[in-house]
């Protein structure tokens, strides 16, 4: 699969972030029919921090993209979260919505599917609006670096989450180890991780575009996690729903897991 691995360069110029909203998350206002696994991570999220076990200061988002769906739930547990991506372009998009700048995605269906987890879908102008409240930043950041976020150095996080970066990032199993080590320098010993990822999968949609996919396998993530140096709390797998019936991508399952880092990491 090497020969078709998409990297930084093709990311810079075919990745577009709104093309890539519209493909995932454009939905009627009251019918949130999206892709198998945003309805299965969106519950993991809110089944993870309204547990009150995973919370604390601050809590670094790596591979954000222009997304926001995953940082809903996250957004009640901590003070503040920090959004990262490669792009640029991407970083834009997301401010674009945290600044309510005209031409923002509308994640308002999302929302309030999230909020009617919580109990309350009338609740989500004020979850939109706590959301914009917390996340403070938004940083440049290479998972391919030893410091991700460099030339910055910041303070370790409590929590460190990413979601459906890694596998696309990553063009082999050797690359995707040293990026989840890479990433780990972010977190404080005993931190969570919060990982979710498809499996199985050797590319995913975006606009007209393909983009490769690190094909993994549940045990070689748990193997590589561990190695890694956490402790594995939470594991999850589900099948995709959509595998013979959608050309977006190709995956055949979805894995949510939760982890601590150990101390002396
Ligand atoms: C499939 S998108 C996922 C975005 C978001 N986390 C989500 O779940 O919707 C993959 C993201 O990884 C980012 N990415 C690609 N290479 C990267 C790298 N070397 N370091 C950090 N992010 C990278 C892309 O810019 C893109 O936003």
Redesign the pocket.
């Given at each position: 699969m090497e020969s078709n691995f998409t990297g930084?360069k093709d990311?810079q110029k075919y990745?577009h972030?709104r093309d890539?909203l519209q493909t995932?998350f454009d939905f009627d206002q009251c019918d949130i029919q999206g892709p198998s696994w945003l309805l299965f991570i969106l519950k993991q999220l809110h089944q993870t921090f309204s547990s009150g076990d995973v919370r604390g200061d601050t809590l670094i988002?790596?591979?954000?993209?222009?997304?926001i769906?995953?940082l809903l739930s996250a957004c009640e547990c901590f003070r503040e979260i920090i959004a990262?991506?490669?792009?640029d372009r991407?970083l834009q998009e997301l401010e674009r919505w945290l600044k309510m700048e005209p031409g923002a995605f509308d994640w308002s269906p999302v929302v309030k599917y999230v909020c009617e987890l919580e109990g309350d879908s009338e609740q989500w102008a004020k979850k939109e609006e706590k959301l914009r409240k917390t996340v403070k930043q938004f940083l440049k950041?290479?998972?391919?670096k030893k410091n991700?976020l460099e030339p910055l150095a910041l303070p370790q996080a409590d929590c460190l989450l990413?979601?459906?970066?890694l596998e696309?990032?990553c063009k082999d199993l050797d690359v995707y180890g040293k990026?989840m080590k890479n990433i780990t320098t972010l977190l404080k010993p005993g931190g969570h991780f919060l990982l979710?990822l498809v499996l199985q999968e050797t590319y995913?949609t975006v606009g007209q575009h393909r983009?490769s996919c690190l094909y993994l396998e549940k045990e070689q993530v748990e193997q590589i996690v561990q190695e890694t140096g956490y402790c594995v709390e939470h594991l999850e797998v589900a099948p995709s729903l959509e595998k013979d019936v959608s050309t977006l991508a190709d995956y055949d399952a979805m894995m949510f897991l939760i982890a601590r880092k150990m101390k002396g990491v």
């Open positions: 930084p990311y990745f972030g890539y995932y988002d790596i591979g954000t993209g222009p997304s769906y995953h990262t991506d490669y792009l991407n950041c290479d998972i391919t991700p990413t979601c459906l970066c696309a990032a990026a979710f995913y983009f």
